[in-house]
């Protein structure tokens, strides 16, 4: 007696086949499993509820198929029932031999294989394969092709007992947005709209190299989410967009975005105002608040606050505190009153702190930067500040780092606090090249360590070498900060350098220096320093120094003072924070160097929009010789170069003396220059960025004489495992004598400031 995959066949067959007596109910004496080759009889034995020993029942029988059909590995399962046996025959699906693509010719087939949910020598599954066609549809679609369309379909192999999956791609051109328009915007341009969708833009002169103008859903939607982000910073709480009109042209190769929005009024913030469980004044609340009563309203400021309301009481050690804003609106006076409610929850003390991810970086390096401690009340702003001092340390990744915090079993008064890094190499073989009206083209090599050992110490070796091997140096340098696990930080350097100025003189340079530092608050240190220096001029040609060889000559003993402030968010890549610095550098504890010199170093970075990034550094220097002797013309300020004014040859700019009718560059005593520059990513994965830049600035002798040097420029960076490499082109503007020079390229490694 066979029993098919039918229901109704099969409960006739299973009446048929009973004894005479209807009523009788026979027994199951044996389950067995007929015609399974890969997939396992105990597998298949778990599925069905028909098992030995029980009553024969057509239901379970019926529902024992459709289990086993549920497996995904048979194309047909029959039942059978003779002499207390019941049977099931299976035939299985066969394997997949072997996945074959036809039509991609854009995208490899190694990389479409990687998104299959199917593999060979897997049991063939048609529902793996639609969703291998659904995963390849999309991967094409990130990849700029939204038309592309892919099928598949299925070839006998190996005498039937395997199969071939045949993907057919039909790839199409990249579909390019060709316009993007906004309708019913009043308060904001079509423009000012474009510059919000971070990710669906027009195509532009970059496309090639940034993917701008690809048109893809799922970015697109994530647009409109910002979109809506926008108005709601602005004050627009009633903003609203119907469903985008997307249209694609006859040929298939553009895409017309049609966007319109219902903006609504703007709104202002009005009463605010604090309950539940208070445990500060409401002064105090409200001191905490940026977005103030009477300000347009906006979503960010809000979500801020919300924060900085939640960290006051989690610095109480309420970590699990819910700080819940009722919002009303006053459609007629267009205000947005909002209610804080507190509810503050039980004490929470810090439980164990652990670090994972750091094979390289040593745990103490980690723990020295945290503001929390085991057993102490939770403090909110101690984590903040504890992430933000780790990803500050410049051995992560950029947005790697993640603090984390679990209770453990039956302990809801502890946290656990569990971070974790992902390390990026910190050492680096760095090479570089530029030029410079005194050494021409020049070579540089620099092998460097900013995480020796994993203890956080820096060690460089660096040199440099021109093209005519006429020009060297080599310096070595080590810096511990946290000194015999101290707060102090040391340091030393040795420098060696021999300088050819063509048609003037070569200068012969040696000598060391020492550094000891300490912290003087949460981000700033004190450094003092001590250096000595021998200079030497074997062969003279400038008759202007060989007059002064006796005073040019000599040595250097200083001692050197600097105050800092560092709350850059990545000392490598930074996009956000400041650095300011003040140095004092007194020379004249012997030697023939009796000078003061000042320098102010101030920088700034931030993010403007999106991934666009801001920076500018202004910095002034100057020398104030207090025995009245002069200051040698190695001591004077000079700009030019990659790292000041980069529309200029290495330190070509500075006041010039003339001597014998010629006029030669003796330096400054004083200095200024600003840089100001955007940087935006062209192709984030790989590093590559492109900048635009300004710099300005001169070195005099008097302040009646400064002629402030201009010059603008653009430029590729890439943050290859070498380090920043910098490929700028500067053109100096304003003076006619300076643009008559031409351009200047200048190629770098290591980061501008």
């Given at each position: 007696m066979k029993l098919p995959n039918s229901i109704l066949y099969l409960s006739l067959s299973l009446l048929l086949g009973l004894s005479t007596n209807l009523y009788a109910a026979e027994k199951i004496q044996a389950v067995n499993i007929v015609g399974n080759k890969k997939i396992e009889k105990e597998a298949i034995l778990e599925k069905i509820q028909s098992k030995s020993g029980t009553e024969l029942d057509e239901r379970k029988v019926a529902a024992d198929i459709r289990a086993i059909q549920k497996m995904g590995y048979f194309n047909g399962i029959d039942a059978n029932f003779q002499n207390g046996t019941l049977s099931f025959t299976v035939k299985e699906r066969p394997a997949i031999y072997r996945i074959v693509f036809f039509g991609n010719e854009e995208i490899s087939t190694d990389d479409l294989k990687n998104v299959l949910a199917i593999k060979t020598y897997d049991i063939f599954d048609e529902n793996l394969a639609?969703?291998?066609?659904?995963?390849?549809?999309?991967?094409?679609?990130?990849?700029?092709?939204?038309?592309?369309?892919?099928?598949?379909?299925?070839?006998?192999?190996k005498d039937g007992e395997m199969v071939e999956v045949l993907f057919r791609v039909r790839e199409y051109d990249k579909v390019k947005i060709r316009k993007v328009t906004f309708l019913g915007n009043q308060a904001f341009s079509d423009d000012q709209l474009k510059r919000i969708l971070r990710n669906t833009s027009e195509g532009g002169f970059f496309s090639w190299a940034t993917g701008s103008g690809n048109f893809?859903?799922?970015?697109?939607?994530?647009?409109?989410?910002?979109?809506?982000?926008?108005?709601?910073?602005e004050g627009y709480v009633k903003f609203r967009y119907e469903p985008p009109i997307v249209t694609v042209s006859e040929d298939k190769k553009w895409v017309f975005i049609t966007i319109k929005v219902d903006e609504g009024p703007q709104y202002k913030m009005g009463e605010i105002d604090f309950g539940g469980d208070l445990l500060f004044p409401k002064e105090e609340l409200h001191d905490a608040l940026t977005l103030k009563t009477g300000e347009v309203f906006s979503i960010s400021k809000r979500n801020a606050d919300?924060?900085?309301?939640t960290e006051k009481y989690q610095d109480l050690g309420y970590a699990n505190v819910n700080v819940v804003p009722d919002i009303q609106l006053d459609d007629k006076k267009l205000l947005v009153t909002t209610n804080y409610e507190f509810e503050k929850g039980s004490l929470v003390n810090f439980g164990r702190i652990t670090i994972k991810g750091n094979s390289k970086t040593r745990d103490k390096v980690i723990r020295r930067e945290l503001k929390i401690r085991e057993g102490e009340l939770y403090s909110g702003s101690g984590m903040r500040i504890s992430k933000e001092n780790v990803e500050r340390l410049g051995f992560f990744e950029p947005e790697s780092v993640e603090f984390q915090t679990k209770s453990p079993m039956g302990r809801p008064d502890l946290l656990d606090v569990i971070i974790n890094v992902k390390e990026r190499p910190t050492g680096q073989f760095q090479l570089g090249a530029g030029y410079a009206t005194t050494t021409k083209f020049f070579f540089t090599a620099q092998v460097?360590?900013?995480?020796?050992?994993?203890?956080?110490?820096?060690?460089?070796?660096?040199?440099?070498?021109?093209?005519?091997?006429?020009?060297?140096?080599?310096?070595?340098?080590?810096?511990?900060?946290?000194?015999?696990?101290?707060?102090?930080?040391?340091?030393?350097?040795?420098?060696h350098s021999k300088t050819d100025y063509p048609g003037r003189y070569v200068e012969f340079r040696r000598g060391f220096g020492i550094n000891l530092g300490h912290p003087i608050g949460d981000y700033s240190?004190?450094?003092?320093?001590?250096?000595?220096?021998?200079?030497?001029?074997?062969?003279?040609?400038?008759?202007?120094?060989?007059?002064?060889?006796?005073?040019?000559?000599?040595?250097?003993?200083?001692?050197?003072?600097?105050?800092?402030?560092?709350k850059r968010n990545n000392r490598m890549e930074t996009t956000d924070g400041h650095y300011l610095a003040l140095s004092e550098e007194f020379a004249g504890l012997g030697g023939n160097r009796k000078f003061l010199r000042t320098v102010l170093d101030m920088r700034f970075y931030r993010k403007i929009w999106?991934?666009?990034?801001?920076?500018?550094?202004?910095?002034?220097?100057?020398?104030?010789?207090?025995?009245k002797v002069d200051v040698q013309s190695a001591e004077r300020f000079y700009l030019g170069g990659p790292n000041n004014l980069r529309g200029y040859s290495s330190f070509s700019v500075g006041p010039t003396t003339i001597f014998q009718g010629s006029s030669i560059l003796t330096?400054?005593?004083?200095?200024f220059f600003y840089m100001a520059e955007l940087e935006y990513p062209l192709v984030k994965d790989v590093g590559l960025k492109f900048v635009l830049f300004y710099d300005l600035g001169d070195a005099f002798n008097k302040f009646n004489r400064v002629k402030v040097r201009q010059d603008w420029g653009w430029g590729f960076r890439w943050f290859s495992p070498l380090g920043p490499l910098r490929f700028e082109w500067g053109y100096p503007i304003g003076r006619e004598e300076d643009k008559s020079k031409g351009s200047q390229f200048q190629f770098m490694i290591g980061p501008p400031f």
């Open positions: 639609r969703e291998s066609v659904r995963k390849l549809s999309k991967h094409y679609e990130d990849k700029g092709f939204y038309l592309a369309k892919v099928t598949y379909s299925t070839r006998p192999a893809k859903e799922l970015d697109f939607k994530t647009d409109l989410q910002y979109l809506q982000y926008w108005y709601l910073n919300i924060i900085s309301l460097s360590e900013s995480n020796f050992m994993g203890r956080g110490q820096d060690l460089r070796f660096q040199t440099q070498i021109s093209a005519d091997k006429k020009n060297r140096a080599y310096s070595t340098s080590f810096t511990d900060p946290y000194a015999f696990d101290t707060l102090w930080s040391m340091g030393g350097s040795f420098t240190r004190l450094w003092v320093g001590y250096q000595l220096e021998s200079l030497r001029l074997p062969d003279l040609e400038d008759p202007y120094v060989r007059s002064r060889k006796s005073f040019e000559e000599g040595t250097k003993s200083a001692i050197t003072v600097t105050a800092a402030e560092d999106g991934d666009l990034t801001f920076r500018t550094k202004l910095e002034g220097g100057t020398l104030w010789d207090y025995k330096g400054g005593l004083h200095q």
